[in-house]
């Protein structure tokens, strides 16, 4: 579980229980408030299934995968399956965030941050369930994932329509 790592590494959360938020727009609809930013949580792989993304933009952005492929070099990225989901990331659809990362032990998944969201507040993150939002400082992100080894990049996202 995440938090036995998060406690270990002294990253201190506040933790909120709601019902199940399976898409960045149900804390809207149902009227769920919490601190920090509201995050989309995108897994994407690309057109020959070889390299998997985890993309975080600000919940209201509408991502250009058209444009952010080209810009990445990456061949027409697209949304990974909710199996390569649990392959890679060992969540379901809904429970997707960088949290997941702690299951993802052969590094095969880049983490990519929109500039807006980085600028911006304290991260929402889904503890591996859809039923909890942990919300962690910038800082703690930061050391969360430089205690497993990765590096986020800080991209400017294409938007679209």
């Known amino acids: 579980m995440p938090n036995d790592l998060l406690n270990a590494l002294g990253i201190r959360y506040q933790a909120f229980e709601h019902p199940p938020l399976n898409d960045s727009q149900a ?5 769920v408030k919490r601190p920090g930013q509201r995050i989309k949580n995108l897994f994407l792989r690309d057109n020959y299934g070889r390299r998997h993304v985890l993309l975080l933009v600000p919940a209201s952005k509408k991502v250009d995968l058209k444009a952010l492929s080209a810009a ?3 061949s027409r990225l697209g ?3 909710a199996e390569r989901l649990q392959k890679y990331l060992g969540v379901k659809p809904g429970a997707v965030s960088l ?3 702690i299951n993802d032990s052969e590094r095969q998944v880049m983490l990519w941050i929109d500039q807006a969201l980085w600028q911006g507040g304290d ?3 889904h503890p591996l ?3 909890r939002t942990w919300v962690l400082a910038k800082s703690d992100v930061e050391r969360f994932c430089a205690h497993l080894g990765v590096v986020p990049a800080i991209i400017e996202v ?3 329509d």
């Open 129 to 131: 369930v859809s039923t």
């Open 27 to 31: 804390a809207e609809r149902l009227g």
């Open 79 to 81: 949304f990974a399956s």
């Open 99 to 101: 949290l997941a990362l």
């Open 72 to 74: 990445s070099g990456l």
């Open 123 to 125: 991260f929402q993150c």
């Open 158 to 160: 294409p938007g679209g």
